[in-house]
């Protein structure tokens, strides 16, 4: 049974986009079959794993006007395969929102490939909008990506909120896959201050691993690679390691 996850947290960049790019490619390094989904029309996951033209793409899916098997591209990573985004995915969040059943579009047009990949990895924007909501209605579990700051109690709060609310409407096997946190800086009171808390509170539903802040993370994007093809020696690519192996772990 292939194992759809998403990345969502509805403050922009927290690390959503190279999670889903980075945790994917360690997946697929590992021996399994991973697609990426681009759905936040920034679309940056489709340049940041090298897709140059991201049409037809997930708007296209959604909307019935491609099939699947032309909107799944490869990349340069074996087994790693990815639907693309473009900007087109901004109108769909309005289009959606005039039309019954509009949170479960996504997860009707994955579901006659979730049986292809051993993992799903949906991209979501910031924000808690339709198309978060797709993508949370379509997932087995949800993963967070928390970066190491004041506020971030507090956007995790409402986010939990959301996330109750799916599991009572919309999907009631969505289970939380896991908070990590990204983007840390050790030397940082405040950066462990916050590790501290979340973990006391939220317990073994964190994972072990912490992304620490590394430049070659945020060099790999302007390449259209993932870290393990960038830099694979790096600090960074170290640790996308070790979380995709647990994600991984956690999942079976
Ligand atoms: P989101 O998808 O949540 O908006 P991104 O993954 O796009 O966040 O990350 C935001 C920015 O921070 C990007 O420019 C990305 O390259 C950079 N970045 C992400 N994670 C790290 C990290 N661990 N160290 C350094 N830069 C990072
Ligand atoms: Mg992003």
Redesign the pocket.
Same mark, same amino acid.
């Given at each position: 049974m292939g194992r759809v996850y998403v990345f969502v947290?509805q403050k922009?960049?927290?690390?959503? %986009? %190279?999670?889903a790019i980075n945790i994917g490619a360690y997946m697929a390094e590992a021996g399994k079959s991973v697609l990426l989904v681009d759905f936040d029309s920034q679309a @940056?996951l489709s340049s940041g794993i090298g897709v140059e033209n991201a049409k037809p793409g997930v708007y296209e899916l959604i909307s019935g006007s491609a099939p699947i098997d032309q909107v799944i591209r490869k990349t340069s990573t074996a087994r790693l395969s990815v639907i693309p985004a473009s900007i087109d995915l901004s109108g769909a969040a309005v289009e959606l929102i005039e039309q019954e059943e509009r949170d479960l579009f996504l997860k009707k047009a994955l579901e006659p490939v979730r049986n292809h990949y051993d993992f799903i990895l949906i991209?979501c924007p910031?924000s808690l909008g339709v198309l978060t909501l797709n993508g949370l209605a379509a997932a087995d579990a949800v993963l967070i /990506?928390m970066q190491c700051e004041y506020f971030a109690m507090e956007g995790l709060s409402l986010l939990m909120q959301t996330i109750k609310r799916i599991q009572k409407n919309l999907n009631p096997q969505l289970r939380i896959g896991g908070i990590f946190f990204?983007?840390f800086d050790q030397r940082t009171r405040l950066a462990q201050e916050v590790v501290r808390q979340v973990s006391a509170y939220f317990k073994d539903r964190v994972f072990r691993t912490i992304?620490?802040? @590394?430049?070659r993370?945020?060099e790999a /994007?302007s390449h259209g690679l993932p870290i393990s093809q960038y830099d694979p020696s790096s600090t960074?690519a170290r640790s996308y390691k070790s979380l995709a192996e647990e994600v991984i772990e956690r999942g079976s």
């Amino acid at each position: 049974m292939g194992r759809v996850y998403v990345f969502v947290n509805q403050k922009g960049g927290v690390g959503k %986009t %190279t999670s889903a790019i980075n945790i994917g490619a360690y997946m697929a390094e590992a021996g399994k079959s991973v697609l990426l989904v681009d759905f936040d029309s920034q679309a @940056n996951l489709s340049s940041g794993i090298g897709v140059e033209n991201a049409k037809p793409g997930v708007y296209e899916l959604i909307s019935g006007s491609a099939p699947i098997d032309q909107v799944i591209r490869k990349t340069s990573t074996a087994r790693l395969s990815v639907i693309p985004a473009s900007i087109d995915l901004s109108g769909a969040a309005v289009e959606l929102i005039e039309q019954e059943e509009r949170d479960l579009f996504l997860k009707k047009a994955l579901e006659p490939v979730r049986n292809h990949y051993d993992f799903i990895l949906i991209d979501c924007p910031p924000s808690l909008g339709v198309l978060t909501l797709n993508g949370l209605a379509a997932a087995d579990a949800v993963l967070i /990506p928390m970066q190491c700051e004041y506020f971030a109690m507090e956007g995790l709060s409402l986010l939990m909120q959301t996330i109750k609310r799916i599991q009572k409407n919309l999907n009631p096997q969505l289970r939380i896959g896991g908070i990590f946190f990204t983007m840390f800086d050790q030397r940082t009171r405040l950066a462990q201050e916050v590790v501290r808390q979340v973990s006391a509170y939220f317990k073994d539903r964190v994972f072990r691993t912490i992304i620490p802040r @590394n430049v070659r993370l945020s060099e790999a /994007p302007s390449h259209g690679l993932p870290i393990s093809q960038y830099d694979p020696s790096s600090t960074g690519a170290r640790s996308y390691k070790s979380l995709a192996e647990e994600v991984i772990e956690r999942g079976s």
